[in-house]
């Protein structure tokens, strides 16, 4: 076949061929090649012929050709595909997003070859002039040839691992350094003219792919053409059909490996996040870069609450039957984390303090992880450094910045946003809360906790503790009993702090604490709160006395009976809490035990002895050395802060040796 030269070997298979020929007919003519007929098709592709079996073409003859030559020309004629390169207006997304996996599997498999006939750097540097020439030759190349070099050097991770020091490594180094620099130009010259919404697509993708290689000067070359272009990103990972589509991704019946064949961004959602705080992290203008963030936040808000809608919670919270499509809702969440980290490391690194947008932001934020809080139920915050690093950080921010003396005058930024949590609540009275919801409601509790300085004390007085303490005496479910108490708990601290005396209420306080314990509450919990209840009633005789008074009734009524098993999530893993007692009464025990060292000095004596009274019902020999070396520790605990109320304590356990001896 004329017009397709051929490689030296091509050109000696085709030459013996020509000579038996004549020899067999005396008639002169080229035998088409099996390569002729492969660049044929692939430049005139045959009505049978599709982009499956292009692609096809291409993964099962690169890694065969022997000849430097024909994988250049390969190269070459691949890049006159109509298929995929017929012109600007014509390209199909996600065949070209194939091709980044399709030239990095070639790459992968060629550099795996253990006996090549061409050598894997000479194969290499084929594929970059092929490139190198089509560029040169064609003004429409840049679009083309992006793909193609994002999957060469997309396996440049998977090279270093499978080799790190191949043959001609230092060589090797430096066609991805030509391919690299040959990339981040042509995206330069893209940007800077009129491209369709499907090739910026695809070098927004590209560049995604390889985020971690980009050169930072061409980042902000990029952003100065096009300084929307981290808001194009979130635009393209949240509303596009290549992308979650507002969640019709998970929501849909659609199979979980179809979203995925059929939605090509998500497989790269980590790494568009990555880009998008690469592109963020060197933004030119800083109020310019805030008001885009602003806007992108805006957009992943309205897909939070969409998902989590009354509507769409139901399909949400059925998805963790469904393993696969549950995976999908899990990096979601992930990518949005570290979408997330980019900002506030923003907003830390480039402003001195906080201001009005900035503070939009934090509580933005804040709003979308309080729609997505059943997905960090289910995976649990142990071990994950950057949401709970995201989450401290803005509720550190909006506490010390969020309230009236912050920024802005009138109510509180902080008092604001709580107040768009309650209304995004369901009605609190209802027999069933779904487990989105209960979600939603314990992060909003952890949310107050966190930032209370902030909040206007008249809107917790009227609004918050009201629905608090309904909260309480429901007893809705675990997770919102805990942070209910640990809200109160707080609050209770604060107004201690501004009236300089206990309330009246920590009684009432206490007691449903103790009721909730074990159903609701683990005894480290229970004890927790309630030690630090009795810390704020230290200042209050009387109340003090009322407490320890409560605490000794309920341990002496209390059976034997052994303590449920407790377990809590950890990395997305269940894990059995380990707790010191084994049952109600004795965990009472303990916590009156935990109580002596606030005892009144003309006291102690008298409840060291309800407390031995108490030991004397206790059976289990594990269960009584536990609480009698408690009780010593608290005895040493009175001694180091108070030493005559210590010294009447050490008196009393000596006094009891013998005593002490029968039960040791």
């Given at each position: 076949?004329?017009?397709?030269?051929?490689?030296?070997?091509?050109?000696?298979?085709?030459?013996?061929?020509?000579?038996?020929?004549?020899?067999?007919?005396?008639?002169?003519?080229?035998?088409?090649?099996?390569?002729?007929?492969?660049?044929?098709?692939?430049?005139?592709?045959?009505?049978?012929?599709?982009?499956?079996?292009?692609?096809?073409?291409?993964?099962?003859?690169?890694?065969?050709?022997?000849?430097?030559?024909?994988?250049?020309?390969?190269?070459?004629?691949?890049?006159?595909?109509?298929?995929?390169?017929?012109?600007?207006?014509?390209?199909?997304?996600?065949?070209?997003?194939?091709?980044?996996?399709?030239?990095?599997?070639?790459?992968?498999?060629?550099?795996?070859?253990?006996?090549?006939?061409?050598?894997?750097?000479?194969?290499?540097?084929?594929?970059?002039?092929?490139?190198?020439?089509?560029?040169?030759?064609?003004?429409?190349?840049?679009?083309?040839?992006?793909?193609?070099?994002?999957?060469?050097?997309?396996?440049?991770?998977?090279?270093?691992?499978?080799?790190?020091?191949?043959?001609?490594?230092?060589?090797?180094?430096n066609i991805d350094k030509m391919l690299l620099e040959l990339f981040q130009n042509l995206v330069l010259r893209l940007f800077s003219q009129s491209i369709t919404e499907e090739i910026l697509s695809l070098?927004?993708?590209?560049?995604?792919?390889?985020?971690?290689?980009?050169?930072?000067?061409?980042?902000?070359?990029?952003?100065?053409?096009?300084?929307?272009?981290?808001?194009?990103?979130?635009?393209?990972?949240?509303?596009?059909?290549?992308?979650?589509?507002?969640?019709?991704?998970?929501?849909?019946?659609?199979?979980?490996?179809?979203?995925?064949?059929?939605?090509?961004?998500?497989?790269?959602?980590?790494?568009?996040?990555?880009?998008?705080?690469?592109?963020?992290?060197?933004?030119?203008?800083?109020?310019?870069?805030?008001?885009?963030?602003?806007?992108?936040?805006?957009?992943?808000?309205?897909?939070?609450?969409?998902?989590?809608?009354?509507?769409?919670?139901?399909?949400?919270?059925?998805?963790?039957?469904?393993?696969?499509?549950?995976?999908?809702?899990?990096?979601?969440?992930?990518?949005?984390?570290?979408?997330?980290?980019?900002?506030?490391?923003?907003?830390?690194?480039?402003?001195?303090?906080?201001?009005?947008?900035?503070?939009?932001?934090?509580?933005?934020?804040?709003?979308?992880?309080?729609?997505?809080?059943?997905?960090?139920?289910?995976?649990?915050?142990?071990?994950?450094?950057?949401?709970?690093?995201?989450?401290?950080?803005?509720?550190?921010?909006?506490?010390?910045?969020?309230?009236?003396?912050?920024?802005?005058?009138?109510?509180?930024?902080?008092?604001?946003?709580?107040?768009?949590?309650?209304?995004?609540?369901?009605?609190?009275?209802?027999?069933?809360?779904?487990?989105?919801?209960?979600?939603?409601?314990?992060?909003?509790?952890?949310?107050?906790?966190?930032?209370?300085?902030?909040?206007?004390?008249?809107?917790?007085?009227?609004?918050?503790?009201?629905?608090?303490?309904?909260?309480?005496?429901?007893?809705?479910?675990?997770?919102?009993?805990?942070?209910?108490?640990?809200?109160?708990?707080?609050?209770?601290?604060?107004?201690?702090?501004?009236?300089?005396?206990?309330?009246?209420?920590?009684?009432?306080?206490?007691?449903?604490?103790?009721?909730?314990?074990?159903?609701?509450?683990?005894?480290?919990?229970?004890?927790?709160?309630?030690?630090?209840?009795?810390?704020?009633?230290?200042?209050?005789?009387?109340?003090?006395?009322?407490?320890?008074?409560?605490?000794?009734?309920?341990?002496?009524?209390?059976?034997?009976?052994?303590?449920?098993?407790?377990?809590?999530?950890?990395?997305?893993?269940?894990?059995?809490?380990?707790?010191?007692?084994?049952?109600?009464?004795v965990a009472l025990i303990g916590l009156l035990i935990s109580l002596v060292h606030l005892i009144d000095i003309n006291e102690i004596t008298l409840w060291l002895d309800r407390i031995k009274n108490l030991?004397?019902?206790?059976s289990g020999e594990r269960d009584i050395i536990n609480l009698w070396d408690a009780l010593w520790s608290e005895i040493l605990l009175c001694n180091k802060y108070n030493q005559q109320k210590g010294q009447?304590?050490?008196?009393?356990?000596?006094?009891?040796?013998?005593?002490?001896?029968?039960?040791?």
């Amino acid at each position: 076949m004329n017009g397709y030269p051929l490689g030296r070997e091509g050109s000696k298979i085709a030459s013996m061929q020509q000579l038996s020929s004549i020899g067999a007919y005396s008639y002169n003519y080229k035998i088409p090649t099996e390569l002729d007929y492969l660049f044929h098709d692939i430049v005139q592709p045959q009505p049978s012929t599709d982009s499956d079996k292009i692609v096809s073409y291409l993964v099962h003859y690169y890694p065969k050709l022997k000849n430097a030559d024909n994988v250049k020309l390969l190269t070459q004629q691949f890049l006159k595909c109509p298929l995929f390169f017929k012109n600007q207006t014509s390209v199909d997304f996600n065949d070209s997003y194939r091709l980044v996996e399709c030239y990095k599997f070639i790459i992968d498999t060629k550099f795996q070859v253990s006996v090549p006939s061409i050598s894997f750097y000479d194969f290499y540097a084929a594929i970059y002039e092929g490139i190198r020439f089509a560029v040169l030759v064609d003004d429409e190349a840049s679009w083309k040839v992006l793909p193609i070099i994002a999957g060469c050097l997309s396996s440049k991770q998977s090279r270093n691992e499978y080799n790190t020091f191949p043959k001609n490594s230092q060589s090797i180094k430096n066609i991805d350094k030509m391919l690299l620099e040959l990339f981040q130009n042509l995206v330069l010259r893209l940007f800077s003219q009129s491209i369709t919404e499907e090739i910026l697509s695809l070098a927004i993708t590209c560049l995604a792919c390889i985020h971690d290689m980009l050169d930072k000067t061409y980042l902000i070359q990029y952003l100065r053409l096009k300084p929307d272009l981290p808001q194009i990103i979130i635009t393209l990972l949240i509303l596009s059909p290549k992308g979650l589509s507002m969640g019709e991704s998970f929501l849909g019946s659609s199979n979980y490996f179809d979203v995925l064949k059929q939605r090509p961004v998500l497989r790269q959602m980590n790494r568009f996040a990555f880009l998008h705080n690469n592109l963020l992290s060197v933004y030119p203008n800083t109020e310019l870069c805030l008001q885009q963030v602003q806007h992108e936040l805006n957009l992943m808000q309205n897909y939070s609450a969409h998902i989590t809608s009354a509507v769409n919670s139901p399909i949400l919270q059925n998805l963790t039957d469904d393993p696969d499509k549950w995976l999908l809702v899990k990096y979601n969440f992930f990518a949005f984390i570290i979408i997330f980290e980019g900002i506030t490391m923003r907003i830390l690194n480039h402003l001195s303090a906080p201001n009005s947008t900035s503070l939009l932001i934090n509580q933005s934020i804040i709003k979308c992880l309080f729609h997505l809080s059943f997905i960090t139920d289910q995976i649990g915050t142990g071990g994950f450094e950057t949401l709970n690093f995201v989450i401290q950080v803005n509720n550190d921010i909006l506490s010390k910045f969020g309230g009236k003396n912050g920024v802005g005058v009138g109510v509180s930024v902080s008092t604001k946003m709580i107040d768009h949590m309650t209304m995004e609540l369901p009605p609190l009275d209802v027999q069933y809360i779904s487990s989105v919801n209960q979600s939603k409601i314990s992060f909003m509790l952890q949310t107050i906790e966190a930032i209370l300085p902030s909040i206007d004390l008249d809107y917790m007085n009227t609004k918050i503790v009201g629905m608090v303490e309904y909260l309480l005496n429901s007893n809705k479910c675990n997770c919102i009993i805990e942070s209910t108490h640990s809200l109160m708990l707080a609050f209770s601290s604060l107004l201690l702090t501004l009236n300089g005396k206990a309330d009246d209420r920590m009684l009432l306080y206490a007691s449903r604490t103790i009721l909730h314990f074990p159903e609701y509450l683990s005894q480290t919990q229970m004890i927790s709160i309630i030690s630090q209840v009795a810390q704020l009633c230290e200042s209050d005789p009387i109340l003090l006395s009322a407490l320890l008074d409560m605490v000794h009734s309920q341990a002496y009524t209390s059976g034997m009976s052994p303590l449920p098993v407790r377990t809590i999530q950890i990395n997305g893993k269940t894990e059995i809490v380990k707790e010191k007692y084994f049952t109600r009464k004795v965990a009472l025990i303990g916590l009156l035990i935990s109580l002596v060292h606030l005892i009144d000095i003309n006291e102690i004596t008298l409840w060291l002895d309800r407390i031995k009274n108490l030991l004397g019902k206790v059976s289990g020999e594990r269960d009584i050395i536990n609480l009698w070396d408690a009780l010593w520790s608290e005895i040493l605990l009175c001694n180091k802060y108070n030493q005559q109320k210590g010294q009447l304590a050490l008196n009393w356990w000596w006094n009891q040796t013998e005593r002490l001896q029968s039960y040791l």
